[in-house]
T-cell receptor
Framework: DAGVTQSPTHLIKTRGQHVTLRCSPISGHKSVSWYQQVLGQGPQFIFQYYEKEERGRGNFPDRFSARQFPNYSSELNVNALLLGDSALYLC????????????FGPGTRLLVL | RKEVEQDPGPFNVPEGATVAFNCTYSNSASQSFFWYRQDCRKEPKLLMSVYSSGNEDGRFTAQLNRASQYISLLIRDSKLSDSATYLC??????????FGAGTTVTVRA
């Protein structure tokens, strides 16, 4: 079975632009979480979606938004990009998103110039 | 105070050595605990879950001390392939995983 997939793998944008990142969870998983990892730090929670509903949101500005589709795939959108948004964006999937194990995709590496 | 704190290391050890490190968590209501491994520029991968009674998986042993709110990981007979960053992860029982910044381990020949 395929694991979590993310696209694109790498992306270069300039300040002020917007970006859309995509994630497909493991087959059978209904929950997708998004994390941001800047260099030298652990991943920071951005959002979790379960059954197309936002279940939780981390301490990120409203420039960050997400949604989940009926097939459980998900998009993360970031508007008005800042240099500080440069990071590895990780998607994780799990059955319900509660306290069980989450499995991570390979991430999208975003560079904002 | 950060939710999860780890000694960043690095721990530089020779092959065959034993290395151990801890992390502490601040929320006493935390319910699930994990160690993830992250190789350079790759995604985190689950190494092992951590249970109250402690658990072992091959050369890796994890312990949980709820009273003192710390988790430990011990690696025996270190291999070159164990070189990585080890992330301590805590779940409060809701949807959010809280990660430490990671402990870097380098195993040298």
């Amino acid at each position: 079975d395929a694991g979590v997939t993310q696209s694109p793998t790498h992306l270069i944008k300039t300040r002020g632009q917007h970006v859309t990142l995509r994630c497909s969870p493991i087959s059978g998983h209904k929950s997708v979480s998004w994390y941001q990892q800047v260099l030298g730090q652990g991943p920071q929670f951005i959002f979790q979606y379960y059954e197309k509903e936002e279940r939780g949101r981390g301490n990120f500005p409203d420039r960050f938004s997400a949604r989940q589709f009926p097939n459980y795939s998900s998009e993360l959108n970031v508007n008005a990009l800042l240099l500080g948004d440069s990071a590895l964006y990780l998607c994780a999937s799990s059955y319900t998103g509660a306290k069980e194990t989450q499995y991570f995709g390979p991430g999208t590496r975003l560079l904002v110039l | 105070r950060k939710e999860v704190e780890q000694d960043p290391g690095p721990f530089n050890v020779p092959e065959g050595a034993t290395v151990a490190f801890n992390c502490t968590y601040s929320n006493s209501a935390s319910q699930s605990f994990f160690w993830y491994r992250q190789d350079c520029r790759k995604e985190p991968k689950l190494l092992m879950s951590v249970y109250s009674s402690g658990n072992e998986d091959g050369r890796f042993t994890a312990q949980l001390n709820r009273a003192s709110q710390y988790i430990s990981l011990l690696i025996r007979d270190s291999k070159l392939s164990d070189s990585a960053t080890y992330l301590c992860v805590v779940n409060r029982g809701d949807y959010k995983l809280s990660f430490g910044a990671g402990t870097t381990v380098t195993v040298r020949a």
